[in-house]
């Protein structure tokens, strides 16, 4: 009798009397059934959080690597419109006066309207404003003139070898009978660079500004206690 005829033949409910080899067959499936069973149980839900994260990190890891990957093959574009920016933020800082500049330019800014052909009704410098590394000089100006002229005022302020804006501008007729005499109301803004010396006094004074404290409307109120 052949091995699947004696296989056909087993009684499962007497298992003692199958032959030697197939008790030790069964056995070692059995056997085989529990180790993997107590591998699975024991060590692989024990260590898959492990894996798990190590799965992540491993991920990451890839992710940072491409990433400085694509940085470091761009590399030499990146310095190149570094120095790109640098050159030009140089020539914008070259627009900016100096302290020392600043009176030369008001008189600049004012020659520049009464060139235009306008009548110069106010020409008023208010307090400098300090930024990061720079400070705003705001003017009032109030010229009157024809259309024309304002806007040769307007291109000569675009032309000047300075930075100079326009804000806040009101234009009206300057009475109510004129139509080509124009009354024009503007804040000029010119911009100067801070020393060394005087950004790190505006650095210390921002640092040192107290902080506004809320109102007492805006105050949180205090739990109320039972007794």
């Known amino acids: 009798m052949n091995f699947v005829d004696q296989l056909k033949n087993l009684d ?3 298992i003692g009397r199958w ?3 197939f008790r030790l067959l069964t056995i070692a499936v059995i056997f085989v059934a529990v180790a993997i069973g107590l591998v699975y149980y024991f060590v692989w839900n024990g260590q898959r959080p492990e894996l798990l994260q190590a799965e992540q990190e491993e991920s990451e890891l890839r992710n940072t690597f491409d990433s ?3 940085k470091a093959a761009n590399l030499e574009q990146y310095k190149a419109q570094l120095a790109e920016m640098e050159r030009t933020f ?3 800082l070259r627009q900016l006066p100096g302290k020392t500049e600043v009176p030369s330019l008001l008189v600049d800014i004012s020659q520049t309207g ?3 052909g306008l009548e110069e009704k106010l020409f008023q410098p208010a307090n400098e404003v300090r930024r990061d590394f720079y400070a705003e000089l705001p003017i009032k100006i109030r010229l009157t003139g024809s ?3 304002l806007g040769a005022f307007v291109s000569g302020i675009a032309a000047l070898p300075r930075i100079v804006t326009l804000h806040n501008i009101e234009m009206k007729p300057e009475t109510k009978d004129s139509s080509d005499q124009l009354l024009l109301d503007v804040t000029a803004k010119t911009y100067r660079y801070l020393d060394e010396d005087e950004a790190q006094a505006a ?3 921002a640092d040192t500004t107290p902080k506004k404290k809320p109102s007492r409307a805006n105050r949180p109120k205090p739990a109320a206690t039972r007794t």
């Open 12 to 14: 499962r409910r007497d």
């Open 19 to 21: 032959p030697l080899l």
């Open 147 to 149: 259309y024309h002229e």
């Open 203 to 205: 650095a210390a004074a």
């Open 90 to 92: 140089g020539a914008m």
């Open 114 to 116: 009464l060139g235009s």
């Open 68 to 70: 400085k990957q694509r």
